[in-house]
Structures are given as structure tokens and as C-alpha cells.
């Protein structure tokens, strides 16, 4: 079945990432000056504002932060929910939104924050692949 | 002359009809019966306005109003604009630039399903923040406080039945005041007193959030004018001082939000009571935004009027309710009164009639919705949990 959600439309400065992601990495922006990851994309370094900025691969590794389920959406995602939105603690620093795979939405409470996720990336369009992240292992 | 209490709110008028409009409305007709109707209650003629203040519509009100504001103001940061917008007038007038402005509201939250408008202008497709948040199923306001409403339940042990509480006790308010949607069963089928059963077990919208932890989507047009002491002075209307005004932001987006059970309130409120050299201590009246039931009780610990963790006991202990210490959205609040998509003028104009005494008049209220209050802190929230307004208004 066609990709049927939201796809995003890349711009000058985030075409990188999207260029990492069509082959299955994780590229973030990384300041120079400070040395600091940040997430979204910037011009600018949001916590020293060197435009000086690098793109790292990225571990695709983290914590989930927070989640909540979605148990309506619009268009495509509808069909899906209910389904987990959550936010994601990047091993290297700053923090990600994403939907969680490999955990059930309809048992919330069994979801557990401070788990261990790894990003994976599902293709959309041709250059396309949207990062999706999965639990690897529970927090205890 | 200080800054505090360089201006008053010297009145607040609503459109002819708010609620869930049967025949659908503008937001520039709600726009504009409310600014007559303020017009008409303080005397001050529409003429006499120097100062338009609204969220981008400022220009497009001007014209059709036929007057040449010398100060116009479009800050629209979402519902807490228009405390800013408060803010900002006071300052405008401290200043000198002008002596009387006009803060405007109009949205026809409910009637834009049918006839287009509402208040909402769609987002850059190409800024970096939405390009990385597009992609995963968010739907408005509740899919995002949801996230909110589990880090408070994570981090304080709370739960979302303690929030409940909220919800229970602004509709007891709601109930006091026919203007409210959900004020009795003849203003809505759903409408008059609700339980915490019904508010647990209402339909899941974003887990944990239910129906009734969320605010209504209505039409409202609402209008406040402010003028200098000599004038405000001078009115029939009673003066409402603006003792203390700031504004604050954590982030834009949630992306950016560092600890999702704390807002830029606390920065907000402390530079307000410090202008108004008054603490949360000194409050009588509270009027938090309650987007949600979770944002009235993060908002009341962040304006200290309850220990962080526990605002929603300000509720669940009937302090917030009728009769209680620290009574909290008397109108019955955006979650049972109105809620038209940006609620920060509904709060401005209850914190006027409260403080002004005319709370209960035919059309606003039957007994036992004024309170006694001197002193109100009203604070507004806008985005996802992003801007605030807090203002501390006083009585003359
Ligand atoms: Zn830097």
C-alpha cells in the first residue's frame, strides 16, 4: 500500500538529513564552536549561535522522555490509531518527536518512560524515509 | 507616575451572542459587536480609540471601524495574546503614546466548520520544526497536552482522576452563569452539574486525556478598553487596575519544551507581582487559562498559588470552588463557559466584571457567581504550553 500519511518536504537546510535518512542514518546537527548536538535543524546554534554547524551520524540510539497515544488522528494516520507519539532523549543530547513501534497502544500503562529505543526508517516517497523509533528494551 | 497601575481596564463586553452560534458568524462580526458593546457600556467613543490591539487583526479592524490608530499592535502568540496585548497597552499609555486603546477578540472557533475563518493561520511547511513533527498523526491542541499530562502523572505521582477535580469544579461554576454553554441542560444537552465519573469515563480523545479534561471550541468576540487614570476616573464604568503585566516563553514548539510540567508562568508571574508588589499570597481571585484540565493546575503552581506538584488539590479541596479561599475561573472556564480557540480575552473580561462588581448583572450571572475579590492574577497560555501573559489586577 502507497505511504499515505504527512510527508514531509525538505528545504536547503535540512536536506542533509533527509539525504542520511534514505540511506538508513541518523545525521544531526552538531555545533563546532560548542561541540553540542541540537535537534530540530538550525542556521544557528541555539545554545551558543556559532553558524558554524556540522552534520553528525548519529547513533540512532535514546530514552523515551514522554509519551501519550493517539486515539484519533486525520487522514492516513487514522486508520492507524490508536498509536504512540513520544518524545525521544538522543544518546547525543537534545531531544526528537516520533511515533514508537514495537509497543502496544491500547495497554498505555505498559509502555514504560526511560526505555531504550533505536530508530528506523520508513520509506514514503522515492527520497523520502521517515525516522520512527523502536523500543529495544524496557526500562526496569 | 509608576508603571504599575499606569492604565485601568475600564470595560469588557462580549458579542450580542456567544456559545455554539445556530446561525453561523464571522470573527469580524464578533469583533465588532463586542467593541460597540464596550463602547456603549464606558461612553468612551469608538472615535476617541489610539490604540488597536489584536491578533493580526488590527488593521482590517481599524479600516472597517473608519479610525487611524497611532498605535497598532498584532501580537498573536496564541490564547495568551491578548494579556500581552494588555501588557503592551499599559505600557503604550505609561509612555505617553497614547490614552486610550482597544484590545479585540473575535473567533468563530464553532461557526468555521460551517462557514470557514476561525483564528488559526497554517504554519510554514518548510520551517525545520515542522518538517521533523509533521510526520507523526498530532491533531490539535489535545494530542500534544497529553504529553503534559503524563510527565506530571511520571514525575509528582499524579493521576489523571486528580485532574478530574478541575473539570467537576469549573462546571459548578458554569452553573452559576447562564452566559455558559454548559450551563444547565436547557443551554446544552450535556450541560449543568458533572461528576468525576463522567469526566473518567467521557471519550477518550488522547490518552490520558478525555473528553472532559478538554476545553469547548465556540464562537466568542469579546472587547476590553484601557484607558489613562484621568480618564478611567471619569467613567461610569468602575476602574480595574493593571497592577502588574509581564509575558514569558519557554519554546514554540513542545520539541523545545525542557520539563513538560513547567511553563514561562512562573517567569511571568513573578515579574507581574513584582510590578505590582503584591505575591500569589495576596491573591482573592484566580483566572488560569484551562485549555485543558492539567493547564489551569500546572499554570496554578507555576503563579505559586499552590506547591509545585499539587495544584490540582486547589480544586479537589474546593478552595477554587463557590464560597472556597481562592475562587478559579468563576465564568466556568474554556473547559464548560466558552472556549472560541483563543481564550485569553474570556479571562480578561470575567477579571473585569469581577473586580468591578458587576459580575451578576442581568445578562452575565444569577447569585453566587461574584465573589469578593480585590485582587486577581490572570494568566493566559498559548501554543503547546508555550507563551504566557500574567497580569495582576486590582480593584479601585
Ligand atoms: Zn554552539
Redesign the interface.
Known amino acids: 500500500m502507497p505511504y499515505n ?7 536547503p ?2 536536506q542533509p538529513f533527509w539525504d542520511g535518512a534514505k540511506e538508513g542514518k541518523l545525521m544531526l546537527p552538531k555545533c563546532v564552536a560548542c561541540e553540542r548536538v541540537h ?4 542556521h544557528i546554534c541555539p545554545f551558543c549561535h556559532s553558524m558554524n554547524i556540522e552534520w553528525i551520524e548519529g547513533s540512532g540510539e535514546g530514552r523515551i522522555y ?9 487522514g492516513g ?1 487514522a486508520e ?4 504512540v ?1 513520544a ?1 525521544i532523549d538522543l544518546d547525543e543530547g537534545d ?5 514508537l513501534r514495537g509497543v502496544d497502544a491500547t495497554d ?1 500503562t505498559s509502555i514504560k ?1 526511560g526505555s531504550k529505543v533505536k530508530v528506523e526508517f520508513e520509506q ?1 516517497s522515492d527520497d523520502i524515509y ?1 525516522p520512527f523509533f523502536r523500543v529495544v528494551e524496557d526500562s526496569s | 507616575m509608576s508603571l504599575s497601575k499606569a492604565a485601568a481596564i475600564v470595560g469588557a463586553a462580549e458579542a450580542i451572542e456567544i456559545g455554539y452560534l445556530e446561525e453561523p458568524i464571522t470573527s469580524l462580526q464578533l469583533h465588532i459587536e463586542a467593541i460597540k458593546a464596550v463602547s456603549d457600556q464606558t461612553g468612551i467613543p469608538i472615535s476617541d480609540i489610539e490604540g488597536v490591539f489584536s491578533t493580526g487583526w488590527s488593521s482590517e479592524l481599524s479600516e472597517h471601524l473608519g479610525i487611524h490608530p497611532k498605535y497598532i499592535d498584532t501580537t498573536s502568540v496564541g490564547g495568551c495574546s491578548f494579556e500581552m496585548h494588555v501588557h503592551h497597552a499599559l505600557l503604550a499609555v505609561y509612555a505617553g503614546v497614547i490614552d486610550v486603546a482597544l484590545v479585540s477578540h473575535g473567533q468563530n472557533g464553532w461557526s468555521a466548520r460551517r462557514i470557514g475563518g476561525g483564528g488559526h493561520r497554517g504554519g510554514d ?2 520551517a ?12 490539535g491542541a489535545p ?1 500534544n497536552y ?2 503534559a ?3 506530571h502523572n ?1 514525575k509528582f505521582g499524579t493521576t489523571p482522576e486528580d485532574f478530574a477535580h478541575v473539570a467537576v469544579v469549573t462546571r459548578e461554576w458554569a452553573t452559576l452563569n447562564p452566559r455558559a454553554v454548559m450551563h444547565s441542560r436547557e443551554t446544552h444537552e450535556f450541560g449543568g452539574p458533572i461528576t468525576l465519573d463522567d469526566v473518567n469515563n467521557s471519550r ?5 486525556l478525555t473528553l472532559l479534561h478538554c476545553c469547548l471550541v465556540t464562537d466568542h468576540g469579546g472587547a476590553v478598553l484601557i484607558a489613562k487614570p484621568e480618564i478611567a476616573k471619569s467613567l461610569k464604568t468602575n476602574p480595574v487596575w493593571i497592577a502588574g503585566a509581564a509575558e514569558n516563553m519557554s519554546h514554540s ?3 523545545e519544551m525542557d520539563d ?1 510540567t513547567a511553563t514561562s508562568a512562573y517567569a511571568s508571574g513573578q515579574a507581574a507581582y513584582e510590578m505590582a508588589g503584591l505575591g500569589a499570597d495576596d491573591m482573592e481571585l484566580a483566572l488560569l487559562y484551562d485549555s485543558f484540565t492539567l493547564t489551569a493546575a500546572i499554570t496554578a503552581e507555576m503563579l505559586g498559588l499552590a506547591p509545585r506538584g499539587e495544584g490540582y488539590k486547589l480544586w479537589k479541596d474546593g478552595h477554587a470552588a463557590p464560597g472556597g479561599r481562592l475562587p478559579i475561573n468563576t465564568n466556568g472556564g474554556g473547559l464548560s463557559f466558552n472556549h472560541s480557540g483563543m481564550y485569553g480575552m474570556h479571562l480578561l473580561i470575567e477579571a473585569y466584571r469581577q473586580l468591578s462588581g458587576t459580575a451578576e448583572d442581568e445578562v452575565n450571572g444569577i447569585k453566587g457567581k461574584q465573589t469578593n475579590a480585590r485582587t486577581c492574577v490572570v494568566n493566559g497560555t498559548g501554543g503547546s504550553l508555550s507563551t504566557t501573559g500574567t497580569l495582576v489586577l486590582v480593584a479601585d
Open positions: 500519511k504527512p510527508v514531509p518536504k525538505p528545504s537546510l535540512t535537534w530540530y535543524p538550525r514522554n509519551y501519550a497515544i493517539q486515539n484519533r488522528a486525520f494516520w492507524e490509531a490508536p498509536f507519539t518524545y531531544r526528537m518527536v516520533t511515533v498505555p518512560i514514503a521517515i | 511547511p518548510t525545520p520544526a515542522t518538517q521533523m513533527s509533521m510526520s507523526y498523526g498530532f491533531s494530542s497529553s504529553h499530562m503524563v510527565s511520571h477518550i480523545i488522547s490518552w490520558p514548539n513542545m520539541l513538560f
